[in-house]
């Protein structure tokens, strides 16, 4: 299993400018989730999904949007880059079963490589 | 809401032992994780407590007092490689709740 996989690694990208931030784990995982992670700042949720076709807001949304049209996808979007975009943007994914109440390590999550974003 | 406070920086000795604290204040509790993040790649999950107590895995212990709102993360017989970052996350309560709230993290260089 590759695990979680982003794609690109890196991208500068000009204000203004759009682009889309690939996610795709082959773990069959039912939740997904964006992060960004600022130096200094520890890691803020941007959004998440709990299954095919939901999402929801995290901390941070505000520019920002995204889809889940599978299990294994879940790519972000940025409609226009902002500088205050910079950051590395990390995806991560578990698995929790249907009807679960809590427990022990349901919610380890699984991060993949990550992808350094500029905007300048 | 939830606030988490961890050390920025540490500075441990090789094959010494060093605690990494935690606390946090939130409006509710449903466990606390520690992970491992290694410059420049993605956190790995180290340990989760949900009850009060020591859990003990080879080399790394974490401890948690929902009391108290604490927890530590024990690092024996430090190898350089265990220089990192470790990021304490809380879990809200709710049963459809899994999403994490990640302290700032804690920067472990370990010297010769």
């Known amino acids: 299993n590759a695990g979680v996989t982003q794609t690109p690694k890196f991208r500068i990208l000009k204000i203004g400018q759009s682009m889309t931030l690939q996610c795709t784990q082959d773990?069959?995982?039912?939740?997904m989730y964006w992060y960004r992670q600022d130096p200094g700042m520890g890691l803020k949720l941007i959004y998440y999904?709990?299954?095919?076709?939901?999402?929801d807001k995290g901390e941070v949304p505000n520019g920002y949007n995204v889809s889940r049209s599978t299990t294994e996808d879940f790519p972000l979007r940025l409609e226009l880059a902002a500088p205050s975009q910079t950051s590395v943007y990390f995806c991560a994914s578990s698995y929790i079963p249907a009807g679960h109440r809590g427990g022990r390590s349901y919610n380890e999550q699984f991060f993949g490589p990550g992808t350094r974003l500029t905007v300048l | 809401g939830q606030n988490i406070d961890q050390p920025t920086e540490m500075t441990a000795t090789e094959g010494a032992i060093v605690q990494i604290n935690c606390t946090y204040q939130t409006s509710g509790f449903n466990g606390l994780f520690w992970y491992q993040q290694h410059a420049g790649e993605a956190p790995t999950f180290l340990s989760y407590?949900?009850?009060?107590g020591l859990e003990e895995k080879g080399r790394f212990s974490s401890f948690l007092s929902r009391s108290k709102g604490y927890s530590y993360l024990l690092l024996k017989e430090l190898q350089m490689k265990d220089s990192a970052s470790y990021l304490c996350a809380v879990r809200p309560p709710g049963a459809g709740s899994y999403q994490l709230t990640f302290g700032k993290g804690t920067k472990l260089s370990v010297i010769p």
């Open positions: 773990m069959n995982h039912n939740y």
């Open positions: 407590n949900v009850l009060d």
């Open positions: 999904s709990v299954g095919a076709g939901i999402t």
